[in-house]
């Protein structure tokens, strides 16, 4: 992902960003929880993307996918026909990020505001220019040379009504991974998350969770 983003993404939009920030470069970086992000340090006029490895295996099944925002942005937005699968999940993962990147040289990223339309114009963009569907055949075409699975096979993803509906207020549960599991007791089931309240050492602290990653604790 990271060569597919220097490579593909920022090669031929370098001049574009230089010329409003002379200087700027970009490092890619592998983080190893699920964080997933763009930088800028202005100081260094550095751009850097991490890309978890906790994000990645999470792409990987339908149950976790499903609570990414990429997800709804696939489906949502018809961006690679609206098929969500492991590979246009990391495909778009990042796509999305460079459109941070982009619209933080556009100056269009606020506090506040970063999921804006300016930012969805820009990812719109690399979708409409081909700059994804590059991104997504150099990510397939690399992992099949150095014969790592990446499943191109749309996911059948959970009707979310259906996952709600599983719940009850004050059932016990668990989410995140070992060995930052946390368990607690479900507050409110809302429209896509639950709200947990923690128990033991995560006592007195509230989480939104995505519904599909909720497990119950028997």
């Known amino acids: 992902m990271c060569e597919v983003t ?6 031929p939009a370098a001049p574009w960003v230089r010329e409003r920030i002379p ?13 997933t992000y763009h930088r800028f340090d202005p100081r260094r006029k550095e751009h850097q993307i991490t890309y978890g490895v906790r994000m ?36 778009h993962t990042c796509c999305h990020e460079f459109a941070h990147l982009l619209q933080q040289s556009a100056g269009k990223r606020f506090r506040g505001s970063v999921h ?13 220019s081909g700059g994804a569907e590059a991104a997504r055949q150099t990510l397939a075409d690399e992992a099949a040379r150095q014969a790592l699975a990446l499943p191109d096979t749309p996911f059948k993803l959970p009707d979310p009504n259906q996952i709600r509906r599983q ?18 007791r479900i507050l409110r089931i809302n429209r896509k998350t639950c709200t947990v309240e923690g128990t033991g050492s995560a006592r007195g602290v509230r989480y939104r969770v995505p519904l599909p990653m909720l497990h119950s604790v028997s």
């Open 6 to 11: 220097e490579q593909v993404l920022w090669r």
């Open 23 to 35: 200087g700027s470069t970009l490092a890619c970086r592998t983080g190893s929880g699920q964080a």
């Open 56 to 91: 990645i295996e999470a792409k990987y099944s339908a149950e976790s996918a499903q609570g990414w925002l990429s997800s709804r942005e696939i489906q949502r937005r018809c961006y690679f026909d609206g098929e969500v699968s492991p590979l246009n999940l990391l495909a």
């Open 116 to 128: 804006n339309r300016h930012f969805y114009a820009i990812l719109d963009n690399l979708h409409e």
């Open 167 to 184: 719940w009850r207020v004050g059932e016990r549960v668990v989410f995140g991974q070992e060995p930052k599991e946390i368990q607690g």
